[in-house]
């Protein structure tokens, strides 16, 4: 089977990390909410405001953890990559990719640099299995592409 060429620009985002932490999301915003509701007025007229503060405190780091995998992504444009790991986003240019690799039980997808670092690419989970290879592929492919020959 001959997977077509990959286009630019294109992004890659992980599918299975997403989905769950959504789905695991909107069940716990639900149960949160409905244990709120059933605990009654008296319950909740107990709740000091410090009390209530700290859960909506609670809420917003789960919402932040939520938002920053949901903003993981791998962007490749003719300039280069553009590597989003939660809050922090990495611009590369083609010429410092060297290599993109998925070592055998990593949980993501990481580039090999040439000021020789490395810099690891949430937005490519191994947990995705297939989508996970064939995106690591086709940025090899976008690598080889992309890099001048090297001449004697």
């Known amino acids: ?16 990390a997403r989905l769950v932490g959504t789905v695991l999301g909107v069940m716990l915003l639900a149960l949160v909410i409905a244990v709120w509701i059933l605990f009654g007025p008296d319950v909740r ?3 000091s405001p410090f009390q209530k503060g700290t859960l909506v ?3 917003s780091i789960a919402l ?3 938002f920053a995998l ?4 791998v962007s490749a444009t003719e300039r280069g990559l553009e590597v989003v790991n939660g809050y922090r ?3 590369l240019e083609w010429s410092q990719v060297i290599a993109v690799n998925m070592r ?5 997808a990481g580039f090999d640099l040439s000021d020789g670092t490395s810099l690891s690419a949430i937005g490519i989970q191994s947990s995705d299995g297939a989508m996970a290879i064939n995106a690591v592929k ?9 890099t001048p020959p090297v001449s004697d």
Do not use: C, K, N
Not at 3 to 8: D, E, F, G, I, Y
Not at 104 to 108: I, L, Q, S, T
Not at 138 to 146: C, G, N, Q
């Open 1 to 16: 089977m001959s997977r077509q060429p990959v286009t630019v620009p294109h992004t890659w985002r992980p599918f299975g």
């Open 45 to 47: 007229s107990r709740f």
């Open 57 to 59: 405190f609670l809420g």
């Open 64 to 66: 932040a953890v939520w």
């Open 70 to 73: 949901m903003r993981s992504r």
């Open 89 to 91: 986003r990495y611009d």
């Open 104 to 108: 055998r039980g990593a949980p993501w």
């Open 138 to 146: 086709e940025i090899r492919r976008l690598i080889d592409e992309h």
